[in-house]
């Protein structure tokens, strides 16, 4: 079966929210972006050849074909697997679809990640906090003040509200595990080739384009429901506030879709995102989003993990609810 029930794919997509919540990423077995990392890179060393390196047209053609082999692939072995898994027993085949849809979520593995630059600020370790904020950023750490560690793990936490949850979970909802997997699949390419620079100018160009138009819609949700958990945890003021700078700042970010969940979050803890950044020894100055009502903290860095998960506890009941209207 291609897909299941609405009903059937409402409870799995449900139970991959709490197995994620539970579990996060196992070192064990082995995570399925592992596997497409690895896949990703194998390809791009078949496809990039002296010949290909000097023509952009070239590149960008090959950059086409690494996107839609990798994307085809993933679902295929997605449906492949869950399709085993059904025809074997049908709980088998649920309990397959709701494991591999809560790999393509990674709500505890963000906070996770999170915490391990919050710890060492709390224990005044700028060192280690420097470390693992370069575990979750592609810009430059080790000349990074506290308060830049802090906005970088902000930024993060906020932009993949949207790549590490709400998206995923829309794919799921459309198409289970294999159009999750999909999605899973799209981003990983965008976070390892999707890069503007001279190496990935125009082979990454298929694989960012295509990463901005899957999560062009869950952006704007997510940007929504930012809002939405700003009123729950932090009042009305803040909810009032994170609407109002999606709408004045988020267009300025040069991303088409990581601006709203950035705003959002700036607005809601009334601080400042954006500013300078260094990648590879070049500085770069990124627009500034929100007002900065006061200065930087580390436990904002709480605060944004907070607004993620009541993201997530929005979106499992209203999940659960429609299960209840269409069962």
């Known amino acids: 079966m291609l897909f299941y029930s609405l009903p059937e794919i409402l409870l799995l ?6 197995i994620d919540w539970i579990v996060g ?9 592992i596997w497409i990392g690895r896949f990703i890179a194998m390809f791009e060393k078949r496809l990039r050849t002296e010949e290909a390196e000097k023509s952009g047209d070239e590149l960008r053609r090959k950059g086409i074909i690494l996107t839609a082999g990798t994307v085809i692939l993933a679902f295929a072995l997605m449906w492949l697997i869950t399709e085993a898994a059904a025809l074997i027993h049908p709980w088998l085949g649920y309990a397959v679809s709701a494991w591999y849809i809560s790999t393509t979520i990674a709500v505890k593995g963000l906070k996770d990640a999170a915490m391990r630059v919050y710890d060492p600020l709390m224990a005044g370790n700028l060192g280690d906090a420097r470390k693992y904020t370069g575990y979750i950023v592609g810009r430059d750490t080790a000349a990074m003040e506290e308060k830049d560690t802090v906005r ?10 949207v790549d590490a949850f709400l998206s995923p979970v829309i794919f799921a909802l459309l198409g289970g595990a294999p159009l999750a997997m999909l999605y899973r699949a799209a981003n990983t390419l965008d976070s390892m080739v999707g890069y503007r620079n001279e190496r990935y100018f125009y082979f990454g160009w298929a694989s960012a384009r295509f990463d901005d138009v899957l999560n062009y819609i869950p952006a704007r949700i997510t940007g929504l429901l930012l809002s939405l958990a700003a009123l729950l945890t932090l009042g009305a003021g803040a909810c009032l506030r994170s609407l109002r700078a999606v709408y004045q700042f988020a267009g300025l970010h040069p991303s088409p879709n990581s601006g709203i969940p950035e705003a959002a979050a700036a607005g809601a803890l009334g601080i400042e995102l ?21 200065p930087l903290a580390a436990h904002d860095i709480i605060r944004t993990v907070r607004l993620l998960y009541t993201v997530s506890m929005l979106v499992l009941a209203g999940v659960l609810i429609l299960w209840l209207c269409v069962s």
Do not use: C, K, Q
């Open 25 to 33: 990423d196992p070192r064990w077995p082995t995570h399925p972006v």
């Open 274 to 294: 954006g500013g300078r950044n260094v990648y590879f020894g070049v500085a770069s100055e990124r627009a500034r989003l929100g007002w900065p009502l006061r």
């Open 13 to 18: 997509t449900a139970a991959a929210i709490i």
């Open 152 to 161: 970088a793990t902000v930024e993060t936490v906020a932009e993949n509200t």
